[in-house]
């Protein structure tokens, strides 16, 4: 029970609905996460990972069904279908509540309910927002403590009357009386629903216990229904990372970026500059919420409290400071276990171990055809142990952000970096962002374009279409100076062989280091129709090993090229069934500059 009367009648109201054995009010300590560890490894989901070599660390292996976002069972319930819009499932919520009363009555039985208050963002920010989830299931439990400021903490706050949202999760996997329980319970994938009620500020999931769909603090509240509220109250609700960066005179300014996933977003935010002299500090790795200040700027802050990064890929050569985050405390989903009782993905540092124990619970042995790890394997870990982490990365002002990158996976075409000619033109080019589909990703469309609007298709709360109408209405909170620049970049182009052209990696400091360069107005650009984009003998590259042409390649602009990505610039807008007339205008402008040039 809490002092909150509202919020204790809720409880009551979902305990009477789910029927729960127990009911457990979540405090959000350490010796709290340790005990339902210890719960989990009692019955069979969770395995300690060897104090010695991962200290504080737990893997846990998901059912197969259940491994990754739905966006096939997501939805954003309104009155009106218009206003989840063309890229969003709708239901109504009338309709949608009905069918998940059903689905809840009795979902509990056996288990018990815990209450997370938890808390988005520093708990002092006027920008943060406060929440509880309801959920049966310790997994969530323990990542969301993980994930947010959970416990005492965010109840404080609510208990003072700060307004909460409200979040309800089940497993959907009730037990009966002396039925064995499986070591990761959901329901089956048609009875799976994440719904979003952004008209009433609530969240409820049900059937899926992985990542996007459990953690309701993520993708459900900082973004669906944090981008809904940010259009209400004239604030920004993004899928970006937040970099703070400072040159070797000591200057710092603030990046965000925008990146669909495949695209190294992770890494940029834990980026290692190549550059001497250069510092790069993490503020956040997927979420930025800003609000103008009063000088006008943006001020961004990072709403979670930790990384729930892929494993896949991760290594001390693509990212150290995952790495070393990871060394302990830190929880594990769907990587493979090794013989020593430590963990393994593919890239992973060292050789590949002749035995293991893949993410499904099975022997796995070297040279046999299956992955060990699944792709989509991930560590859930604090902020707070990233070495890179920025000492002001929970300031409650935010950080004022000087520049916004957009960038996709584009082989060809798009140049390595693209400076906006202004505001409008900016959100054109985040309008347009779009990365290759990869192999990573079961698809007839492997090598064409899907475009992804600022990385938000999966993640804008409404209509697609208001929400760029949105960013291009901030800009009359400020003035064009006082607002970020914002960047189009593109570290995957590569030659005629397939090669890559450009190292990335720590390698991207050169291209952040001319951004800040444009940014203090040090030095010119070169006007093309599609942008500004940088001189050859701007770009610092001493100590690179490009091929013959390359750098000719990454800063050049076809026309032939760009009329083909008019046409499919086109193709995409018509999905729109609200596209900002300013867009339309941008586009237009753009077809006139690339048959003028
Ligand atoms: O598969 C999931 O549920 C995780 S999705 C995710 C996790 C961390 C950061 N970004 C994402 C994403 O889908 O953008
Ligand atoms: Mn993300």
Redo the contacts with the bound molecule.
């Keep these: 029970m809490s002092k909150n009367v509202a919020l204790n009648k809720w409880v009551e109201e979902v305990a009477s609905l789910t029927t729960p054995d127990k009911i457990y009010w979540c405090d959000g300590s350490m010796e709290e996460r340790e005990r339902l560890i210890d719960e989990t490894v009692k019955n069979g989901s969770g395995v300690r990972l060897n104090p010695q070599l991962r200290p504080g660390s737990v893997l846990f292996r998901s059912d197969p069904s259940d491994v ?2 739905v966006e096939d069972r997501t939805f954003i319930c309104t009155s009106l279908q218009e206003e989840a819009g063309p890229t969003n499932n709708w239901m109504h919520p009338e309709e949608m509540k009905a069918i998940l009363n059903d689905l809840f009555k009795g979902s509990m039985k056996g288990r018990t309910m815990y209450v997370i208050p938890f808390c988005m963002g520093p708990v002092d920010s006027p920008m943060s927002m406060f929440a509880v989830q309801l959920t049966d299931s310790p997994y969530v439990v323990i990542n969301m403590g993980i994930m947010t400021r959970m416990g005492d903490v965010a109840l404080q706050k609510i208990e003072e009357g700060a307004d909460f949202i409200k979040c309800l999760h089940g497993l959907g996997y009730p037990l009966e009386e002396g039925q064995q329980d499986v070591p990761w319970p959901c329901a089956p994938m048609e009875k799976k629903y994440i719904s979003h009620f952004p008209e009433t500020r609530e969240i409820i999931s049900f059937g899926s216990g ?4 459990a953690l309701l603090g ?2 459900c509240l900082a973004l669906r229904i944090g981008s809904s509220i940010a259009r209400e109250e004239g604030w920004l609700a993004e ?1 970006m990372l937040i970099l703070k960066l400072t040159n070797p005179e000591g200057e710092v300014f603030y990046i965000c970026g925008a990146f669909p ?1 495949a695209t190294g977003k992770t890494n940029l935010a834990m980026i290692q500059p190549t550059l001497p002299g250069w510092k790069a500090e993490t503020v956040g790795d ?1 979420i930025a919420w800003m609000h103008f200040g009063e000088d006008g700027r943006l001020y961004a802050i990072n709403p979670e409290a930790g990384f ?2 892929v494993a896949s890929g991760t290594s001390s050569d693509s990212n150290p400071n995952a790495m070393a985050s990871v060394s302990h405390n830190t929880v594990f989903t769907n990587v493979a276990l090794t013989d020593e009782g430590d963990v393994w993905w593919e890239d992973i540092d060292g050789p590949v171990p002749d035995h293991l124990i893949d993410w499904q619970g099975n022997d796995w042995n070297k040279g046999d055809a299956s992955k060990p790890a699944h792709p ?1 394997g ?1 560590f859930t870990v604090a902020a707070s142990q990233c070495p890179s982490i920025a000492d002001n990365w929970e300031d409650p002002r935010g950080v004022p952000i000087d520049a916004i990158l957009v960038g996709g996976r584009r082989p060809s075409t798009v140049p390595l970096v693209n400076e906006s000619f202004d505001w409008n033109h900016g959100i054109f080019l985040g309008s347009v962002l779009g990365s290759e589909v990869t192999a990573a990703v079961i698809s007839d469309k492997i090598g064409q374009v899907r475009r992804d609007p600022f990385a938000m298709l999966p993640f804008s709360g409404y209509n697609i279409g208001d929400y760029l109408l949105h960013w291009l209405e901030m800009a009359k909170e400020s003035t064009e100076d006082k607002l970020p620049k914002i960047y189009s970049v593109n570290w995957f182009r590569k030659d005629s062989e397939n090669d890559f052209l450009w190292p990335g990696f720590g390698d991207n400091s050169r291209v952040l280091e001319w951004i800040t360069r444009r940014l203090k107005g040090e030095v010119e650009a070169v006007e093309t129709p599609i942008g500004l984009l940088p001189k050859e003998e701007d770009l610092r590259l001493e100590g690179l090993d490009l091929k013959e042409g390359a750098m000719k390649a990454l800063l050049e602009v076809d026309p032939e090229a760009w009329k083909a990505e008019l046409a499919s610039i086109k193709e995409h807008y018509k999905m729109y069934d609200r596209l900002p007339e300013e867009l339309a205008q941008q586009l237009k402008a753009l077809e006139e500059r690339l048959n003028s040039a």
Excluded: E, I, L, M
């Design positions: 990754a976002r992985y990542g996007g769909n993520k993708k899928h996933s997927d729930f990064g989509n991930r």
